[in-house]
């Protein structure tokens, strides 16, 4: 239903709502890559850092120093 209307899906959805969230994290707070992934409920660091690097092409250690 929510493609019908928006022409994305609820995931396409909710992955870009978690890399927002994850992007503002890493760039304007002091927060560790660990605790974002915590914060944000990822299952591990390793498993955030995958799934960043995934949608955004870069791992959340180069976003932070881009």
Do not use: C, N
């Not at 927002?20 to 002091?30: P, V």
């Not at 960043?52 to 250690?61: A, D, N, Q, V």
């Amino acid at each position: 239903m929510v493609k019908e209307y928006t022409g994305r899906t609820a995931i396409e959805w909710i992955d870009e709502y978690l890399i927002f969230e994850a992007k503002t994290m890493i760039k304007h707070t002091q927060y560790t890559i660990q605790e974002i992934a915590y914060k944000l409920k990822f299952p591990s660091q390793s498993f955030f850092g995958k799934y960043f690097k995934r949608l955004t092409g870069m791992s959340p250690k180069q976003y932070k120093l881009s």
